[in-house]
């Protein structure tokens, strides 16, 4: 039961323009929704995160995009830069239970010069 | 300023040994958090700690694994007589805060175990 979900397993973009990759979830009971990045041979690191009280958060060249009606939410990058080439993961969380994070399969962007 | 340490980075058995996976949380943090990736997979929650305390253990398998995180000392993710399917990707997170709901886990590099 893949609570969490990021259909595209890989994406491609130019460097410089935006990237955006699309998550969905299926659990009404989800109330904060978190994007990690993660390199190879490395631990994912945080890097944006939206309640569901809102519908956009934004963090430099990162929007975090969430739909509730939908239960969709998307990261934006823009403009991508090489070094943003990565395994971008969305995850989703209940009010109370904080650190137990529920996981998308993961998307690889790969941002070329 | 360390932050999340995991060891051994990779850890290679062969099927009905032990592996004891290794992880110190960041300095100040009292919350550990195991995850494990299996391949073409995302990351999934194993068990929630604090010291000396397991407070969710509703990810872990119901046999052969186990976790600790003594008084002193790194947390332990124990797995007895591994087979084929425990090889994966098995990541440690630490927080400084209790279950709040934005709270910000801070991973460590992971442990790659591979079971031959």
């Known amino acids: 039961d893949q609570q969490v979900k990021q259909n595209s397993p890989s994406l491609s973009v130019q460097e410089g323009r935006i990237s955006i990759l699309n998550c969905d979830y299926t659990?009404?009971?989800?109330?904060?929704f978190l994007w990690y990045k993660k390199y190879p041979a490395e631990g994912p690191t945080f890097l944006i995160s939206?309640?569901?009280?809102?519908d956009k958060n934004e963090d430099g060249r990162f929007t975090v995009f969430l739909n509730k009606s939908a239960k969709h939410l998307s990261l934006h990058i823009v403009p991508s830069q090489p070094g943003d080439s990565a395994v971008y993961f969305c995850a989703a969380q209940i009010y109370n239970q904080g650190g137990k994070l529920i996981f998308g399969q993961g998307t690889e962007l790969s941002v070329k010069p | 300023n360390a932050g999340v340490m995991q060891n051994p980075r990779h850890l290679v058995r062969r099927r009905g040994q032990e592996a004891r996976l290794r992880c110190s949380p960041m300095?100040?943090?009292?919350?550990v958090y195991w995850y494990r990736q299996l391949p073409e997979e995302g990351l999934k929650f194993m068990v929630y700690l604090q010291k000396e305390n397991i407070i969710d253990e509703s990810g872990m398998p119901k046999e052969r694994f186990s976790a600790e995180f003594p008084k002193e000392g790194p947390s332990i993710l124990r797995i007895q007589q591994v087979v084929r399917g425990d090889s994966a990707a098995y990541f440690c997170?630490?927080?400084?805060?209790?279950?709040?709901?934005?709270?910000?886990?801070?991973f460590g590099s992971g442990t790659q175990l591979s079971v031959l």
């Open positions: 997170a630490s927080s400084s805060v209790a279950r709040r709901a934005n709270e910000k886990l801070f």
């Open positions: 300095k100040g943090h009292s919350h």
């Open positions: 659990n009404s009971m989800f109330d904060y």
């Open positions: 939206i309640s569901s009280i809102k």
